[in-house]
T-cell receptor, first 114, second 112 residues
Framework: DAMVIQNPRYQVTQFGKPVTLSCSQTLNHNVMYWYQQKSSQAPKLLFHYYDKDFNNEADTPDNFQSRRPNTSFCFLDIRSPGLGDAAMYLC?????????????FGPGTRLLVL | RKEVEQDPGPFNVPEGATVAFNCTYSNSASQSFFWYRQDCRKEPKLLMSVYSSGNEDGRFTAQLNRASQYISLLIRDSKLSDSATYLCVVPRRGDSNYQLIWGAGTKLIIKP
């Protein structure tokens, strides 16, 4: 089945130690998104790629970076994780950026910062 | 005022009952709306899209009230498996694309 895959499902890192989360998709969608979601809060969009075009949200800290080496893969790099970065990180895809487009989510990576 | 607002709940409802909750939005130009369902510690999944006055899918009905700027989600004959958080999503049109504005969700607990 076509899907969005995230690895790892759980990630433990140390304060200040760089960490990379990965996402892959078999849907061949043009757009890939990274969201941060904390408990009982709405998913917060960090950035998205339309093909190779990177779009950063204005309030996304510089500590968060992303790479999309090809259509199928997208990475979230957290350069120096702080305790406040502990959250669920959700990758999503959509065919396009129109208002009617459905987003398909991966199962998420839960990040714990010690 | 937040752009998309939802009552966080939780709504505690007996199995078999009908439950409804609303989502209010501030952008009167919004044309399409989504309800996503999110189970505990899982990813959001699309439940229903609303492009006109409403949509119905089995036990689930979404209705749009443009004058009062809210969309509602009604669940009939509720099941234990309906327990989840329901997230309202409203696209906001930008210069070249749309940005999805997410509500914080309404938590629903169905009790036997």
């Amino acid at each position: 089945d076509a899907m969005v895959i995230q690895n790892p499902r759980y990630q433990v890192t140390q304060f200040g130690k760089p960490v990379t989360l990965s996402c892959s998709q078999t849907l061949n969608h043009n757009v890939m998104y990274w969201y941060q979601q904390k408990s009982s809060q709405a998913p917060k969009l960090l950035f998205h790629y339309y093909d190779k075009d990177f779009n950063n949200e204005a309030d996304t800290p510089d500590n968060f970076q992303s790479r999309r080496p090809n259509t199928s893969f997208c990475f979230l790099d957290i350069r120096s994780p702080g305790l406040g970065d502990a959250a669920m990180y959700l990758c999503a895809t959509s065919r396009g950026l129109a208002g009617q487009e459905t987003q398909y989510f991966g199962p998420g990576t839960r990040l714990l910062v010690l | 005022r937040k752009e998309v607002e939802q009552d966080p709940g939780p709504f505690n409802v007996p199995e078999g009952a009908t439950v409804a909750f609303n989502c209010t939005y501030s952008n009167s130009a919004s044309q399409s709306f989504f309800w996503y369902r999110q189970d505990c510690r899982k990813e959001p999944k699309l439940l229903m899209s609303v492009y006109s006055s409403g949509n119905e899918d089995g036990r689930f009905t979404a209705q749009l009230n443009r004058a009062s700027q809210y969309i509602s989600l009604l669940i009939r004959d509720s099941k234990l498996s309906d327990s989840a958080t329901y997230l309202c999503v409203v696209p906001r049109r930008g210069d070249s694309n749309y940005q999805l504005i997410w509500g914080a969700g309404t938590k629903l607990i169905i009790k036997p």
